[in-house]
């Protein structure tokens, strides 16, 4: 990929789902050059460079520690892609469902639930002229409509947007996300809704004689109870994953569309700078997150909870989030035991 690595043939949506059929993802292998006549052209009428083309010239000039990181992170992408995934498949629009449009900055920005998305999206309204994002409220920052959704767009404008927006994900280590969205989602008070159609489900499922209170309620659901409903293949077959257990990969789709930043969660602050420097918005800044321990207490929540999961489910959940693993660049957790 060398220099060019952030440039990139996103696989189009072609017209018709019927010519979507014919349409063969290894295409997504054969990459023109980045700087085409949309990108070679200057952002809003000459006014400024596109994030897209600010990203380029990073990549084409005196190169920055986070424009180096970034790129090896593409290219490691591009690598464990090319590595693990045997076949490619159609991308169809409902795999675009998760990428949220941001038109007047030529943004594509695929949320991933437990992965600072709220945080995200309160940036994404504020730059649509809705107020700073600190003062943004979370039921607002998820109202749905407020955010175009580039599964929404017809097949040519979904083109246009891959080939010419900075498309940028954030990411995180899969069983720490996976430990905070049991934590907020089916322990803590405020998430009964959840516990109703999730505890309840899998209370009636997995636990012999549950009381009455908790066939009703759901709040009360066991770490290993709900491991074994993301493990049982029932639960799939049903409907897919909630997204906020659902695999990154599955929700964003990495090696069918094409990333310029991939942001981890465990360098959320340096990563969310670098895009809204990209962005050139002086007076914007990420949502500063709550000030934390000097030990990280979601890695302690995943140990803790996981230390009591016997080594075969262990094994068999890695498996499940095995790509989510491999293709962001995560270790195996030092608590496990795999082997």
């Known amino acids: 990929m060398g220099r060019r690595s952030c440039c990139r043939r996103r696989l189009p949506v072609v017209a018709s789902l019927g010519a979507a059929l014919l349409f063969l993802c290894a295409l997504l292998l054969l990459r023109p050059a980045f700087k085409n006549k949309a990108l070679g052209s200057s952002w809003f009428g000459g006014m400024r460079k596109s994030p897209l083309q600010l990203l380029y010239d990073l990549d084409q000039g005196q190169r920055s520690v986070m424009a180096e990181v970034h790129q090896q992170r593409r290219q490691l992408l591009h690598r ?17 469902r998760h990428v949220l449009v941001d038109d007047a900055h030529g943004l594509l920005y695929c949320y991933v639930p437990k992965v600072a998305c709220t945080n995200w999206k309160r940036v994404l309204l504020a730059l649509r002229g809705r107020g700073d ?45 996976l430990a ?24 009636r499922r997995l636990r012999p004689h549950a009381q009455p209170d908790a066939l009703a309620r759901g709040h009360d659901v066991r770490f290993a109870e709900f491991l074994t409903y ?51 918005e002086p007076g914007l800044h990420f949502p500063a997150p709550p000030r934390r321990p000097e030990k990280d207490p979601t890695r302690d929540q ?15 959940l890695f498996d499940l989030y095995k790509m989510d693993f491999l293709l962001f660049n995560y270790s195996a957790p030092s608590y496990l035991r795999l082997h």
Do not use: M
Not at 275 to 280: K, T
């Open 302 to 316: 995943a140990r803790r909870l996981f230390q009591d999961i016997s080594p075969f489910y262990q094994r068999r």
């Open 230 to 280: 993301l493990l049982d293949p029932r639960t799939r077959r049903q409907e897919p994953f909630n997204e906020h257990w659902e695999r990154a990969h599955a929700l964003c789709h990495p090696c069918l569309v094409r990333y310029d930043v991939v942001g981890k969660f465990e360098t959320l602050a340096d990563d969310a700078a670098f895009v809204l420097d990209l962005v050139g």
């Open 133 to 177: 994002p600190g003062s943004i409220p979370a039921h607002e920052a998820h109202a749905p409509g407020l955010l175009p959704s580039l599964a929404d767009f017809a097949p040519a404008e979904v083109n246009r947007r891959l080939r010419d927006y900075l498309a940028f994900l954030f990411v995180r280590e899969p069983f720490e996300r």
């Open 180 to 203: 905070s969205a049991y934590r907020n989602k089916l322990v803590r008070p405020h998430s009964a809704a959840f516990q109703r159609r999730y505890g309840t489900r899998i209370v």
């Open 80 to 96: 464990a892609c090319s590595r693990h995934t045997r076949r490619q498949r159609l991308l169809q629009p409902e795999d675009l």
